[in-house]
């Protein structure tokens, strides 16, 4: 879907001019600039806008005021809203307010890109569900946001991501029905909430039962899911007189989820098959199955790790959940919950967050995802013992993940020559034809650096793997080569 017009709200009109320039260079066709609430109602009512980009501190009334107001006569457009400020409490106002993402001036490439193509699908799924969404030509119509009960099914997730409505709005659509459904995303996306929740809004009167089988014997595995032999679960399911025992018979009208179907022996695969089935014709008592992975699942098949009719049978549907990089504007709502369930667990008050949190974190990649998140902020509450929260706690688990990081890319490359031992796949740097030198690579990292932690140089340092003293000196050197260089340029021009 190409987003033809986009409607940009900033009284700032060079940095208005900027953000059109790479929305240009990212597919958008044409971009509007309005410089007040006034203003862009007015252009509203005469030529429907694609998406609204808006600054949040504007001296004609506040961006929320404008969310809250666009909420009422265009909530189907998706909002933007573009800020220098990192305040976690201005972002979460802002996603209250009906904002749908949430960037950081100057927003950098690949980030703007992610946005761009979460409002893309946003779009589409509000044009995929117009009956049932206020403000769009059809009549009759219900909030995008997920409806009390589903609200109440996905209590443990909290989200104002597109992809990640997508999926619960797939997952709502197919919790009636007794397909089997496979659920992929990495571990910490919270691949076990969205089960439960499928448990919840299917009616099921059974149990949810969640079963892990990691590092279990194919003996163990088939006595934990049918209370039985392995050879004996075989032979039930090639006889077609599957009988229910463990965890399955706990399951039963309810729904088993199973975490990473590869690590299950392939002979009990096929009897988990004709769980599923026997489900289907009612030959058995029902069983929903529910398979989560953090692998490439087409992968493991090819591997002969999964059974191809099971592969299959999962992939009639199938539901991803976005990773929380992917996920940057959840990042301020995540993190203030975090912080009170963490304040109620140590019996404390919510300390207040300082500004630079939200960029750093919005430049870490979090390999644990909203695990992790939950983890960095208890640790760091556990740890505090002023009204603000320090941020030593949150640097030191990225820089610990940093050194893991560079270790784990050593040890690939020491054993990539050896081919028992499989590499870890590695990002490289792709230079141009003419080779930078090392000061011109130093320069462009630095720049990089600052661009994505908007210019706070003790973030910047962190991802550089330097002190914030260090980048400071390194700064006031090019700023002092600078200005030498213009002295000598003026020199020039005035002989």
Sequence with gaps: MVLVRICIVD???????????????????????????????????????????????????SGEELLLRLGEITPHVPKVVVTSETDVETAVRCMRAGADDYLLKPPEAERLETTLRRIRALQEYRNAHAEQIPGTPAAGRA????????????????????????????????????????????????KELVARGLHALSGRQGAFVPVSLSGLRAEEAAEVLFGMQDSQASASASAERLTLGGACAAAVNGTLFLEELAEVDVALQGALLEMALSSERQDVPPVRLVVGTAHDFSAERQAARVRPDLYFRLQACRVSLPPLRER????????????????????????????????LLAAYHFPGNVR?????????????????????????????HRTLGAQAQQDSETSAASPSLAPVPTTRVVFPPRLPTLKETANQLIDEAMRRASGKQSIAASMLGISQSALSRRLKNRAGHFLETLDEHETERDA
């Design 143 to 190: 909030a995008t946001r997920p409806t009390p009960a589903r609200a109440e099914a996905f209590a443990g997730l909290l989200t104002q991501d597109a992809r990640m409505l997508e999926a619960l709005a797939r997952v709502e659509d197919v919790a009636p029905t007794t397909h089997p459904m496979l659920l992929e995303g990495e571990s910490g996306t919270g």
């Design 11 to 61: 009284e700032n009109e060079l940095e208005a001019r900027e953000l059109a320039e790479a929305l240009g260079e990212h597919g958008c066709e044409s971009v509007e600039f309005c410089a007040g609430p006034r203003e862009l109602e007015e252009l509203l009512v005469r030529r429907p806008s694609d998406a609204v980009f808006l600054e949040a501190a504007m001296t004609r009334g």
């Design 372 to 400: 992790e998140l939950r983890a960095m902020v208890h640790d760091s509450v556990a740890k505090h013992r002023s009204r603000k929260l320090s941020m030593l706690a949150f640097k030191q688990h990225i820089d610990r």
């Design 328 to 359: 940057p504007a959840d990042i301020p709502l995540l993190l203030k919950h975090f912080l009170h369930e963490a304040s109620d667990a140590y019996d404390k008050d919510p300390p207040t967050p300082p500004q630079e949190l939200v960029a």
